[in-house]
T-cell receptor, first 114, second 112 residues
């Protein structure tokens, strides 16, 4: 089954404690991205990756890092989380040559930073 | 400044009636528009799209209308079913841009 998986699904942490949210896809997609969803703001792109070792900033990259060492994995790293990073996070993937319709989203990770 | 706006955070309709979800945009460069549906505890899934060269696209019970002069699009669901209850996001892109710009979403509740 084609899918994007994220772990953990729920996370409560404290300010400044580094954390990583993992994302993995089994469709051999080149393009992967991270979004955050906040009330009244919709989905905003944090970072995206066109392929292995190729990453770039989205609309709201501050406070986040990503890496793409393998095609299937695209972890999101918060080096020093702050309360304003409390949000619902989605990873997504698609073939780089296809339209946006074929973008697959993961189930989401709900993060609370105290 | 949000370039894609969904001004109604929520909408309730009776089963069997029409649901109309609205979306406005400010960037005249946008040339492709999409609607995504999102159930609780799941990621968004693609629903329907429309190119700026068209003013209407239909897929079963779902129809999207685009009014370029008004920079407005709408999603019509006829007839509405309880399973349509979800958050609906409008999104837009332009040219070969890789990223989508999303609206804030509308929670649709279809009452049985």
């Amino acid at each position: 089954e084609a899918q994007v998986t994220q772990n953990p699904r729920y996370l409560i942490t404290v300010t400044g404690k580094k954390l990583t949210v993992t994302c993995s896809q089994n469709m051999n997609h080149e393009y992967m991205s991270w979004y955050r969803q906040d009330p009244g703001l919709g989905l905003r792109q944090i970072y995206y990756s066109m392929n292995v070792e190729v990453t770039d900033k989205g609309d709201v990259p501050e406070g986040y890092k990503v890496s793409r060492k393998e095609k299937r994995n695209f972890p999101l790293i918060l080096e020093s989380p702050s309360p304003n990073q409390t949000s619902l996070y989605f990873c997504a993937s698609r073939d780089s040559g296809t339209n946006q319709e074929t973008q697959y989203f993961g189930p989401g990770t709900r993060l609370l930073v105290l | 400044d949000q370039q894609v706006k969904q001004n109604s955070p929520s909408l309730s309709v009776q089963e069997g009636r029409i649901s109309i979800l609205n979306c406005d945009y400010t960037n005249s460069m946008f040339d492709y528009f999409l609607w995504y549906k999102k159930y609780p505890a799941e990621g968004p899934t693609f629903l329907i799209s429309i190119s700026s060269i068209k003013d209407k696209n239909e897929d079963g019970r779902f129809t999207v209308f685009l009014n370029k002069s008004a920079k407005h699009l709408s999603l019509h669901i006829v007839p509405s079913q309880p399973g349509d209850s979800a958050v609906y996001f409008c999104a837009a892109k332009w040219g070969t841009a890789r990223q989508l710009t999303f609206g804030s979403g509308t929670q649709l509740t279809v009452l049985p």
